[in-house]
């Protein structure tokens, strides 16, 4: 029976460290004690006097306890707590198993205590089990083992170390049913009979630690008096209305901000107009250039940049033209792309004349970028004899058509 009492116990203890409450609030501890007790049993110390008090206590531990505490008034919990008594006529022992509830009659009295004696509990408990006593009559050598009904009483003074640990002291009466824990019967004096009659009691004093779990994140309720306790609900209320106030205020800088933004991008578009506008006018200074005209966006094309009869080789007059127009695109940003097209005349065949139109747009294209222009933002193509510019009938026309356009895309 023992055996099957401490091993529920011990499974309502990984019990609780595992369970996970349900609200906010944390409400499983554990704890230990120690110390001393006096059983009144039969057959008392011989010694007489002080010496005899002395002789007639005995030493309690461990005893160990679980406590579920429902709100700072009241929980409820059960114990295991070892018991001896070791005088100069018998010897004996008790493992008793109990359940109990508990009141904090600090809470109950003050319920809203601040200070120091907010750190301060005093506890009621009242309890009920079974008691497994073994004894031994020094004298004949006698020995019984039986089990007991009993009831217990508590007081119990607690102080808050931190939010995890709490320091106790406590005083406990103790009532077994049976009246032979002694090895004697105490009213009968007839040694093991086993006699149920009036019974036996015990007194304790112990000290121990209680430690209070799921502390990490969340408050406990043996932290809290009862003020605390029944408006927890109102200042949840406040921290929310705290954190939505936070994130309205957040939303507004954050509108501040993206107003100044569209404010900044307003002016960076008023300034990326006006300086496609200056690009405009100042290609058109260019007199092969020609603008087209479908707004700011528009494409511009660069005409007459020829080539002499089967040479790609740049002229002077060339050369002029794109040193004006580097110029113009290495002071103005506001364009992403140049495309170089090369063209011939219908005079050869198509392998020679792609070939050559290749050459024409790549040595405009290292023109460009010898004057400062970047090699990413210019590609080529040779076209060879397609999109001829005049006839090539004549020899006014075929001259025309042996070019190089450049073509700008603006951002």
Known sequence: MKRILLTMFFVICVFALNLKAQDTLSHWSIGAKAGLDYFRVTPVSSNTGFSGYTDDMGWTFPGIFLEYTINPLVGFGGSIDYFTFDRNTAKGNTLDFSVFSSVNLANLLSPKRAGFWRKVDFYGNWGAGLGFYSNKIVSTGEKHSLMSP??????????????????????????????????????????????????????????????????????????????????????????????????????????????????????????????????????????????????????????????????????????????QVALVLKVNKVWSKLVVSGYTDNV????????????????????????????????????????????????????????????????
């Open 150 to 323: 009993l009831v217990t009483s508590a007081l119990s003074l607690e102080y808050k170390l931190s939010n995890a640990w709490a320091l106790r002291a406590e005083g406990q009466y103790r009532y077994y049913f049976r009246e032979d824990l002694g090895g004697v019967n105490s009213s009968l004096g007839i040694g093991g009979t086993g006699a149920m009659v009036y019974g036996n009691d015990a007194f304790a004093a112990t000290i121990g630690l209680r430690y209070k779990l799921g502390t990490k994140g969340k408050k406990h309720v043996r932290n809290l008096n009862v003020g605390e306790y029944y408006n927890q609900p109102e200042k949840n209320d406040l921290i929310t209305q705290n954190r939505l106030k936070a994130i309205e205020d957040e939303n507004a800088l954050n509108r501040e901000k993206i107003q100044k933004l569209e404010a900044d991008l307003k002016v960076l578009n008023d300034e990326k107009a006006a300086s496609k506008v200056q690009l405009q006018n100042d290609l058109k200074e260019i007199p092969q250039a020609r603008v087209d005209k479908n707004g700011l966006d528009s494409t511009v094309v660069l005409l007459d940049v020829n080539f002499k009869f089967g040479s790609y080789e740049l002229v002077p007059k060339t050369m002029a033209v794109l040193d």
């Open 348 to 411: 050869g065949t198509d392998k020679i004349n792609i070939k050559l139109s290749q050459e024409r747009a790549s040595v405009v294209k290292n023109y460009l970028i010898l004057k400062g222009l970047t090699p990413s933002s210019i590609s080529t193509a040779g076209l060879g004899k397609e999109n001829p510019k005049a006839s090539n009938d004549t020899k006014q026309g075929r001259y025309k058509n042996r070019r190089a356009e450049l073509v700008i895309d603006k951002k």
